[in-house]
């Protein structure tokens, strides 16, 4: 017999995949472009402001560890934020693509 707790879990884990595939392949594409682009942009700004040069993968890495320390800080409350999650691996897909389309331009 399957334990219908243990779908629940799947569930919610395929949807928070989910979210994050649809936010970052059309909502952010369709508002800042491809993420290596956004990001490029992102490490100038960064550099500007504070004169600390970053690759477009720690500039990528740097919201990125913003999310895993408020999922973190919100676990010790017993608390998980589902747009954390999903904004976590949104930015895990994006550092993907900048390194697929590092391999092949036309992605």
Known sequence: MIDQSDMHLETNGSEVLLEAHRLVNVDRNLSYGHPAD??????????????????????????????LARIRTNLDKGVLHRDSVIDGCGYLACLSMIHARAVDPLK
Do not use: C, H, N, S
């Open 38 to 67: 956004d990001y490029a942009t992102v490490r100038d700004i960064f550099e500007a402001l504070t004169g600390v040069k970053l690759t477009v993968d720690q500039a990528i890495m740097y919201p990125l560890a913003m999310k």
